[in-house]
C-alpha cells in the first residue's frame, strides 16, 4: 500500500491525473475504472489539460464506470453517465464505443449486473480503477455490510449516502434510492487502484480504511489486501492517520 499525503484539494486532483497520464502512457489501451461524485472533479480536469496539450490521448483506451442510479436515464442530469459527459467525456477524444456504465434505466436488473460482469471479463479486466470514498466508507456504492465476494450488482444506498448526495439535487426526496454498482469483487481484480480523497469529512473512513481491522462494515478496508493500491490524500484526509 502506498499513501501520498498532499497539500489541498489541488494537488491531489494533479497527482492523480498523473497516475493516470501515466497508465494511459505506458499502455496506451489501458482499461481504465472511473469513479463519479464530487472528489474526481479536479482530477478529470487535469487529465483533459493532458489531453489537451498533447501529452495523452485516449483514443484506445476503454472506461468501465462504477455504478449508476438506478431509475435515472443517461440525460438526466443527476445520472453518472451525464456527470462523465460532462466532466470528462465531451472533452477527450474516448470513442463512444469503448465507454461503459450501467445502465440505470434497464428493466432486467439482475441482466443488466451480468452483462456488465461478462464485458468487463471480456475485456481482460481494469488495468487501473480510480475510486473516491464515501463518509460511510463505501467505495463504488458498495455500502457498510457488503459481501466482498460479489461482482456488479442492484444496491439499496444507506440513509447517510443518500444524505450525502442529496447537495447534487434540487430536492432531497428526488435522490435514488438504488443503484446498480461494480462489486468489490470487480474492484479487487483490477490491477492497480487509486483511492482520492480530500476533506476533514473523509478522515474517519480514511482512517479506518487504513488503519483498522478489514471488515465489510467499513468496505473500502478491503483494499488492504490489495497488492496494488495508492491513496492519494489531501492534508484534511489524512488528519486522523498515525503516521
Ligand atoms: C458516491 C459514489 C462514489 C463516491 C462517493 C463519494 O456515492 N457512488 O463512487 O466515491 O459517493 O463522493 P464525493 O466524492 O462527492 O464525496
Do not use: W
Not at 468487463?120 to 473516491?132: S, T
Not at 457498510?144 to 439535487?169: C, M, Q
Not at 465489510?216 to 492534508?235: G, I, K, N, R, Y
Request: negative net charge; glycine residues 8%; proline residues 4%.
Amino acid at each position: 500500500m502506498k499513501i501520498i499525503k498532499t497539500k489541498d484539494y489541488e494537488m491531489m486532483s494533479k497527482k492523480a491525473a498523473f497516475i493516470v497520464a501515466s497508465q494511459i502512457g505506458l499502455k496506451k489501451d489501458s482499461i481504465l475504472g472511473l469513479a463519479t461524485g464530487g472528489t474526481p472533479v479536479g482530477m478529470y480536469q487535469e487529465l483533459i489539460r493532458f489531453y489537451q496539450e498533447g501529452m495523452i490521448d485516449f483514443e484506445n483506451v476503454t472506461t468501465f464506470n462504477l455504478d449508476e442510479y438506478y431509475g435515472l436515464s443517461g440525460d438526466d442530469e443527476q445520472s453518472y453517465r451525464y456527470y462523465m459527459e460532462e466532466n470528462f467525456f465531451k472533452d477527450i477524444n474516448l470513442k463512444p464505443e469503448n465507454i461503459h456504465i450501467p445502465d440505470g434505466m434497464a428493466d432486467d436488473v439482475s441482466a443488466e449486473c451480468d452483462r456488465y460482469n461478462q464485458l468487463l471479463e471480456a475485456e481482460g479486466g481494469i488495468d487501473l480503477q480510480v475510486l473516491g470514498i464515501g463518509r460511510n466508507g463505501h467505495i463504488g456504492f458498495n455500502e457498510p455490510d457488503t459481501e466482498f465476494k460479489v461482482g456488479t450488482h442492484f444496491v439499496k444506498l444507506d440513509d447517510e449516502t443518500i444524505e450525502a448526495n442529496a447537495r447534487f439535487f434540487d430536492n432531497p426526496e428526488d435522490v435514488p434510492q438504488t443503484a446498480i454498482s461494480m462489486g468489490i469483487k470487480n474492484i479487487m481484480q483490477a490491477k492497480k487502484v487509486v483511492l482520492l480523497a480530500n476533506g476533514l469529512e473523509k478522515a474517519d473512513a480514511i482512517k479506518k480504511t487504513i488503519e483498522g481491522s478489514i471488515s465489510p462494515q467499513v468496505p473500502a478496508s478491503v483494499l488492504q489486501l490489495h497488492p496494488d493500491v495508492t491513496f492519494v490524500l489531501d492534508e484534511q484526509a489524512a488528519s486522523k492517520l498515525d503516521s
